[in-house]
Protein backbone atom coordinates (compact mmCIF):
# COMPACT_ATOMS: atom_id res chain seq x y z
CA UNK A 1 0.00 0.00 0.00
CA UNK A 2 1.14 3.53 -0.86
CA UNK A 3 2.00 5.92 1.67
CA UNK A 4 3.06 8.67 -0.47
CA UNK A 5 0.06 10.69 -2.07
CA UNK A 6 0.79 12.35 -5.58
CA UNK A 7 -1.32 14.71 -7.35
CA UNK A 8 -1.66 17.33 -10.01
CA UNK A 9 -1.00 15.83 -13.03
CA UNK A 10 -2.97 15.80 -16.23
CA UNK A 11 -2.70 17.23 -20.23
CA UNK A 12 -0.61 20.04 -21.31
CA UNK A 13 -0.10 21.66 -24.33
CA UNK A 14 3.83 21.54 -25.07
CA UNK A 15 5.20 24.42 -23.62
CA UNK A 16 2.77 24.48 -20.65
CA UNK A 17 3.49 23.98 -16.79
CA UNK A 18 1.90 21.76 -14.46
CA UNK A 19 3.07 21.36 -10.68
CA UNK A 20 2.91 17.99 -9.02
CA UNK A 21 2.61 17.58 -5.31
CA UNK A 22 3.08 15.04 -3.17
CA UNK A 23 2.12 14.47 0.70
CA UNK A 24 3.93 11.99 3.07
CA UNK A 25 3.08 11.00 6.67
CA UNK A 26 5.13 13.33 8.67
CA UNK A 27 7.08 10.05 10.66
CA UNK A 28 8.32 9.33 6.97
CA UNK A 29 8.81 12.94 5.52
CA UNK A 30 10.73 14.37 8.66
CA UNK A 31 13.74 11.98 8.14
CA UNK A 32 13.59 11.12 4.40
CA UNK A 33 15.18 12.56 0.72
CA UNK A 34 12.62 13.13 -1.36
CA UNK A 35 12.15 12.85 -5.14
CA UNK A 36 10.61 12.09 -8.49
CA UNK A 37 10.69 9.71 -10.86
CA UNK A 38 9.49 8.93 -14.07
CA UNK A 39 8.28 6.09 -16.27
CA UNK A 40 7.27 6.53 -19.84
CA UNK A 41 5.66 3.28 -22.14
CA UNK A 42 7.87 1.26 -23.00
CA UNK A 43 11.02 2.99 -20.95
CA UNK A 44 12.66 2.52 -17.82
CA UNK A 45 11.79 4.24 -14.32
CA UNK A 46 14.16 6.89 -14.17
CA UNK A 47 14.82 9.44 -11.61
CA UNK A 48 13.51 12.87 -12.60
CA UNK A 49 14.71 15.31 -9.31
CA UNK A 50 16.19 14.77 -5.26
CA UNK A 51 15.78 16.98 -2.38
CA UNK A 52 17.46 15.97 1.09
CA UNK A 53 16.14 16.31 3.96
CA UNK A 54 18.60 19.83 3.90
CA UNK A 55 16.72 21.14 1.21
CA UNK A 56 20.11 20.20 -1.13
CA UNK A 57 18.85 19.67 -4.75
CA UNK A 58 19.56 17.27 -8.23
CA UNK A 59 18.31 16.99 -11.40
CA UNK A 60 18.54 15.03 -14.51
CA UNK A 61 20.28 16.78 -17.21
CA UNK A 62 17.27 16.36 -19.32
CA UNK A 63 14.86 18.67 -17.19
CA UNK A 64 17.60 21.27 -16.16
CA UNK A 65 16.72 25.05 -15.81
CA UNK A 66 12.63 23.42 -16.56
CA UNK A 67 11.95 21.35 -13.57
CA UNK A 68 12.06 22.44 -9.70
CA UNK A 69 11.99 20.48 -6.80
CA UNK A 70 10.82 21.76 -3.17
CA UNK A 71 9.75 20.90 -0.24
CA UNK A 72 7.77 22.30 2.35
CA UNK A 73 8.34 20.79 5.70
CA UNK A 74 5.29 22.06 7.50
CA UNK A 75 2.89 20.72 5.42
CA UNK A 76 5.09 17.44 4.72
CA UNK A 77 4.78 17.90 1.49
CA UNK A 78 7.07 17.62 -1.50
CA UNK A 79 6.90 19.47 -5.05
CA UNK A 80 7.82 19.40 -8.68
CA UNK A 81 7.37 22.17 -10.65
CA UNK A 82 7.41 21.72 -14.27
CA UNK A 83 7.54 24.71 -16.74
CA UNK A 84 8.73 24.27 -20.46
CA UNK A 85 6.88 21.16 -21.19
CA UNK A 86 7.88 18.73 -24.02
CA UNK A 87 5.77 15.74 -25.40
CA UNK A 88 8.94 13.55 -24.40
CA UNK A 89 8.42 14.58 -20.60
CA UNK A 90 5.13 11.94 -20.96
CA UNK A 91 5.04 9.73 -18.31
CA UNK A 92 3.86 8.48 -14.86
CA UNK A 93 5.40 10.28 -11.94
CA UNK A 94 6.42 8.78 -9.30
CA UNK A 95 6.77 10.20 -5.59
CA UNK A 96 9.64 8.44 -3.39
CA UNK A 97 10.92 9.05 -0.16
CA UNK A 98 14.74 7.25 0.95
CA UNK A 99 15.04 6.82 4.72
CA UNK A 100 18.12 5.17 6.35
CA UNK A 101 16.81 4.66 9.83
CA UNK A 102 16.27 2.32 11.19
CA UNK A 103 17.63 0.42 7.73
CA UNK A 104 17.48 1.47 4.18
CA UNK A 105 13.85 1.92 2.89
CA UNK A 106 11.97 3.47 -0.43
CA UNK A 107 8.34 4.61 0.47
CA UNK A 108 6.75 4.82 -3.27
CA UNK A 109 3.33 6.72 -4.42
CA UNK A 110 1.24 5.10 -6.85
CA UNK A 111 2.01 7.80 -9.35
CA UNK A 112 0.53 10.20 -11.15
CA UNK A 113 0.26 10.76 -15.22
CA UNK A 114 1.50 13.69 -17.10
CA UNK A 115 1.19 13.91 -20.67
CA UNK A 116 2.09 16.98 -22.76
CA UNK A 117 0.35 16.95 -26.52
CA UNK A 118 -0.80 19.15 -28.50
Known amino acids: QAQLAESGGGLVQPGGSLRLSCAAP????????MGWYRQAPGKQRELVAV???????NYADSVKGRFTISRDNAKNTVYLQMNSLKPEDTAVYYCTGHVNLPQPYDYWGQGTQVTVSS
Open 26 to 33: ARIFSIAN
Open 51 to 57: ISRYGST
